[in-house]
T-cell receptor, first 113, second 115 residues
C-alpha cells in the first residue's frame, strides 16, 4: 500500500534536546512538506522541498532544520532553539504536476517536558 | 498575501441534520486552488476536494457538496443528513499559482454530530 508514514506517533523530550521526526513516503512524490499544528489553530508551514537536495523555508522555519537526501524521506529536526516545540507535526507530499494536492501522514505529537 | 477565514470555530448538530461549513478566502492571484480537508480524532488530514479558480461549478459527492462563489470569495461545504462519523475538524485551504505551492489553511471548524 502506498502512503506516508511518520514515526513515532508520540514523542517526549527534555527541554534543550534536539529531536528528529521521521517522514517517509512511497508514493513517488517529488514534493514534501512539514507543518505544525497548535491547538485551535490551522496548520503552519515549516519547510518544504520540491526536489532532492533542495528545500525552502516556510512561514515558521526558525528553530527547525530539514534534509532531503532521498526522494522518499524528509526528516525534520526540532532544535533547542525552537522556543515552543510542543505541538502536533504533520508531514505531507504531492506529485509534481498534480498541482498542489497534498496528502498527509498520520502526524507526530511532540511534547517537550 | 493569501488568507483563509473559517469564522465558525465549533458547530454541533443532531444526527441527520444538514450542516454548512463556511470558508472565505483572500487572494490577489487569478489562478488559485481551494481545498477542504477533514481531520478526524486520529489526527491525519484526509483530502476531500480540490477546486481551481476557473471552475465555479458546484460539486456533489454523496452526502457532501461544495458551493464555490468567486463573487463572494467563498467556498462553502455542506454535509447532508449528517452522521456521527462526520464528527471531525474541517479545514479549508488555499494555494496560489501553479506547481507545488504552499497551502494556507484556515483555523478549522470543529463539527460535532450528536447522536
Amino acid at each position: 500500500d502506498g502512503g506516508i508514514t511518520q514515526s513515532p506517533k508520540y514523542l517526549f523530550r527534555k527541554e534543550g534536546q534536539n529531536v528528529t521526526l521521521s517522514c517517509e513516503q512511497n508514493l513517488n512524490h517529488d514534493a514534501m512538506y512539514w507543518y505544525r499544528q497548535d491547538p485551535g489553530q490551522g496548520l503552519r508551514l515549516i519547510y518544504y522541498s520540491q526536489i532532492v537536495n533542495d528545500f525552502q523555508k516556510g512561514d515558521i522555519a526558525e528553530g527547525y532544520s530539514v534534509s532531503r537526501e532521498k526522494k522518499e524521506s524528509f526528516p525534520l529536526t526540532v532544535t533547542s532553539a525552537q522556543k515552543n516545540p510542543t505541538a502536533f507535526y504533520l508531514c505531507a507530499s504531492s506529485r509534481e504536476g498534480d498541482t498542489d494536492t497534498q496528502y498527509f501522514g498520520p502526524g507526530t505529537r511532540l511534547t517537550v517536558l | 498575501a493569501q488568507k483563509v477565514t473559517q469564522a465558525q470555530t465549533e458547530i454541533s448538530v443532531v444526527e441527520k441534520e444538514d450542516v454548512t461549513l463556511d470558508c472565505v478566502y483572500e487572494t490577489r492571484d487569478t489562478t488559485y486552488y481551494l481545498f477542504w480537508y477533514k481531520q478526524p480524532p486520529s489526527g491525519e488530514l484526509v483530502f476531500l476536494i480540490r477546486r481551481n479558480s476557473f471552475d465555479e461549478q458546484n460539486e456533489i459527492s454523496g452526502r457532501y457538496s461544495w458551493n464555490f462563489q468567486k463573487s463572494t470569495s467563498s467556498f462553502n461545504f455542506t454535509i447532508t443528513a449528517s452522521q456521527v462519523v462526520d464528527s471531525a475538524v474541517y479545514f479549508c485551504a488555499l494555494s496560489e499559482g501553479h506547481g507545488n505551492e504552499k497551502l494556507t489553511f484556515g483555523t478549522g471548524t470543529r463539527l460535532t454530530i450528536i447522536p
